[in-house]
């Protein structure tokens, strides 16, 4: 990083929350409590038994792979977060915070997992990963109670983060079919039912635009999962480093990116020109055979690229807005198009190796009946086979729809193996 700005300032309204407490300990900043919250949170725990991309302790070719998991990805994405924002004046405890939250609505299996309950989820507001989290953390997550309006009911209002950090946790903040650019999307960041909660927390922000300590969240996340995936591709033996010099390789894995991870009409030669850039630097690694030297260069080389791409989004930016702090909706995170580009063909090349490839492809069809079949099974059976948190809010719910919305909570809080357990006793597929 070029420097370390020292924290912003932020408003009184930024540090609000839903639920008015007192602070437990003087000289705590709210920030600092925001992130002990979401750090001790057992929805942070658990995803630590769900695949990032590698199944952890899937057979490997010639070498313990040790992959990465969602939790490990979200601490390596906090610790990118923490010093990009840092470096442009956000609060580090609030972009960390914001960045341990990203993912921690994604059911089991991942994105598969996600497709196959917003399916099961069509007619009740459907399912989106990163609604999901907002819900948690303002909803489901056990931690603070307050009595409902005229009665002496106690109703959840999840971990009370603050207004900054459940904004800054946003990367869509619009409700389904409403994106500003692209109705079609699949991608939103709140169901109906969350609204009012999410209406405080967008209170006098722009329609549609994320907050800057939300757009340094998604970079971060985009450098850690594009770097740490080809690491990891790597470890497993997926990925063969030469491939990419090779015109039908290269080809495969430029289609890959221009239709998944780059703007839409993005040129191959382009992408061909960033891939080439990252193959003549020096700590490229053009082989991996395990060893605890070639070991010791690939982190070196993922060392290099997490720096090159956040100093290329901090160097834009402050040449943009120069050198004050940037918080909230006083600036735009600025991602060079060459680095953009660069992150996309690295997306690519793991998504073409390792998520392509034939076994993954049974897996991911393997997974999909599983949560189909919990699905179907809950909604035949619940409240049995309901934690006794969703079956207390199963028995409160109103209407089916309700009831429904009861039963996706429940299976997007589930780990991989505990989804396949639960699936096993409640369909008898021992």
Not at 59 to 76: C, G, I, K, V, Y
Not at 92 to 102: K, R, T, W, Y
Not at 180 to 200: C, E, L, N, Q
Not at 367 to 374: D, H, M
Request: with cysteine; proline share 7%.
């Amino acid at each position: 990083m070029e420097g370390i700005a020292p924290p912003a300032p932020y408003d009184p309204a930024s540090v609000a929350r839903w639920a008015p407490e007192p602070d437990k300990r003087p000289g705590r900043t709210a920030f600092q409590r925001d992130r002990a919250r979401v750090l001790h949170s057992a929805a942070l725990r658990r995803l630590a038994g769900k695949t990032q991309v590698v199944t952890p302790g899937s057979p490997s070719t010639a070498w313990d792979a040790s992959p990465r998991t969602r939790l490990t990805h979200s601490l390596e994405c906090a610790q990118v977060g923490r010093e990009l924002g840092a470096a442009l004046g956000c609060d580090p405890d609030l972009v960390e915070a914001a960045c341990l939250s990203h993912d921690l609505g994604h059911p089991p299996f991942g994105h598969n997992g996600e497709e196959a309950l917003n399916e099961f989820a069509h007619d009740c507001g459907g399912f989106e990963g990163n609604a999901q989290s907002l819900r948690l953390l303002t909803r489901i997550e056990p931690k603070r109670f307050v009595a409902a309006p005229g009665t002496h009911d106690l109703v959840s209002v999840g971990l009370n983060l603050t207004r900054a950090t459940l904004d800054a946790a946003t990367k869509y903040p619009w409700p389904r079919g409403a994106h500003p650019t692209d109705p079609a999307s699949p991608k939103f960041g709140v169901y109906d039912d969350d609204r009012p909660v999410f209406d405080w927390v967008r209170e006098g922000a722009p329609a549609g635009r994320a907050c800057f300590e939300a757009q340094v969240m998604d970079w971060s996340d985009d450098v850690a999962y594009s770097v740490h995936d080809l690491e990891d591709g790597l470890h497993a033996g997926h990925i063969d480093p030469n491939c990419l010099l090779a015109d039908p390789e290269r080809r495969a894995v430029f289609e890959v990116a221009a239709g998944r991870y780059a703007p839409p009409g993005t040129d191959p030669e382009e992408l061909a020109e960033a891939l080439d850039r990252l193959l003549d630097q020096e700590w490229w690694p053009h082989g991996y055979d395990g060893s605890a030297v070639a070991q010791a260069r690939l982190k070196d080389a993922t060392s290099q690229l997490i720096g090159r791409f956040c100093l290329a989004a901090e160097g834009a930016t402050r040449r943009a807005y120069g050198g004050g702090r940037l918080t909230r909706y006083g600036a735009e995170l600025v991602v060079p198009r060459t680095a953009g580009m660069e992150c996309a063909v690295l997306k690519a090349v793991a998504d073409r190796y390792v998520m392509q490839r034939d076994e993954q492809t049974r897996l991911r069809a393997d997974q999909r009946i599983v949560v189909a079949e919990l699905a179907e099974a809950l909604t035949a059976r619940a409240p049995d086979g309901l934690d006794p948190q969703f079956r207390a809010l199963f028995a409160a719910a109103g209407d089916d729809r309700a009831r429904k919305r009861v039963i996706v909570d429940q299976i997007a809080s589930l780990t991989d193996a505990s989804a396949r357990s639960l699936h096993a006793r409640l369909t008898g597929h021992l």
